[in-house]
C-alpha cells in the first residue's frame, strides 16, 4: 500500500500527491507512458479511461478520455512540455497538439519518479494551475481524493508488471 509523504505546495496555486509507491519505478513510469497501462488506472472508479493515446516524447500530444458512470465522456488533450525516460513527465493541457493553444489552460503537472530502494518508488505528482481560482476548483473536484484513488489503482497495476 502507498505510504503518503507530507510536501507542501510550492505556492498558492499548487497541488501535490507524493507517496512511496510498493512497485518499481520502470513500472510506474511504464503505467503512466503505455496508453494499454494508463486505460487501466487513470480514473477513480467508477469512473472508466475508454481510451488513451500518447506520443510521449518532448513536445508529443496525449489524449486521455474520461467517463464517467453515465457513458458522459471527457476528452482531456494535452502535450508533453519535458519527457526524461523512468523519471520525469511534464505534461500540459495549454496546448491540444504541437503548441496549438487549448481553449482555457488549467493545469501544467510535472511527475517525478525515484528509486526508492527495495522496489519501491518515490512518487510526486504536482499539479499547477494558472490560477488560485483553478486550483481551489481542481481541489473542490476531488483532487486529492480523486489522484489518491488513482495513486492506488497505478500501485495495483505497476505491481503486477
Partial sequence: MTAKLDIAPANDRELVLARIIDAPRENVYRCWTDPKLVTQWFAPK?????????????????LVVMAGPDGNEFPNPGVFLEVVPGKKIVF????????????????????TFEDEGNGKTRYIARVRHWTVADREQHEKMGFHDGWGQCTDQLEELARTL
Avoid: C, H, I, N
Fill in 46 to 62: 467508477p469512473w472508466t479511461t475508454p481510451r488513451a493515446e500518447m506520443d510521449v516524447r518532448t513536445g508529443g500530444s496525449s
Fill in 92 to 111: 500540459t493541457d495549454a496546448y491540444t497538439q504541437a503548441w496549438e493553444p487549448s481553449e482555457k489552460p488549467f493545469m501544467t503537472g510535472v511527475l
